[in-house]
């Protein structure tokens, strides 16, 4: 299973969290929220890691020109689209960045929105799904209905997001089987400063799965 750990900021805690057993780390480069980074601060945070680690920029209403400036000016490999970017936006990036990665994050409100998921499918790689906040983008720390999710089968590998902890992560993962789970704020001392403590915790707690 693939394990995202977003919201990087500190250089020096990126590979010790690929260390541990990540297999893609974000960095958000949403400017409004607390853990948005530079372009210099991602090639920082990207440059001691190995090639078999992903490394993601969450971006929300971006526009396909800046997106991927940013993406060729830090050595990308995957985009986390968690805006309201529709399926053409998608197509669209996807002619301009044919050998990125592309991650369309639905933040999920109901079973109907769940149901919208279905046409992203041709023009993105992977799925997210994190939970609605009427505020805030991403990065809240609220827990999607679980239960919702127990029959969500879509032909494309997706991510489990939204509010997962080292204490919550094994009752989701017994619940339901997604192909990547994506944790940020449970992971975390403050927006942007993960506590290692908490994702080596994580990383026990999966073994046992
Ligand atoms: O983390 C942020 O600040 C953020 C800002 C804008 C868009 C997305 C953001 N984070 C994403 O939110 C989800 C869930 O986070 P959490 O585990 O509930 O804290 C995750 O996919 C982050 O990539």
Known sequence: MRV???G?????????????GATAL?????????????????????????????????????SILQISEVVQASNLTGVQ??????????????????????IKALRVRN????????????????LLLDAYHPQQLGGTGKTLDWEMLQAYKPSRPW???????PDNILTALNQIHPNGIDLSSGVERSPGDK??????????????L
């Open 4 to 6: 995202k750990i977003c």
């Open 8 to 20: 990087i900021t500190q250089p020096q805690q990126s590979l010790a969290i690929a260390n541990l």
């Open 26 to 62: 974000g960095f958000i480069c949403v400017q409004t929220s607390p853990r948005y980074v530079t372009i210099e601060q991602i090639r920082a945070a990207v440059s001691p890691l190995p090639d078999n680690i992903d490394k993601i920029g969450v971006f929300a209403n971006s």
């Open 81 to 102: 689209l968690h805006g309201d970017e529709t399926p053409e936006f998608c197509y669209q990036l996807r002619q301009i960045l044919p050998n990125i990665e592309i």
């Open 111 to 126: 079973l109907q929105q769940l149901e919208t998921t279905a046409n992203y499918i041709d023009y993105v790689d992977s």
């Open 159 to 165: 991510f489990l997001a939204g509010g997962l902890t």
């Open 195 to 208: 506590d290692l403590d908490k994702v080596a915790l994580l990383f026990a707690k999966l073994k046992s």
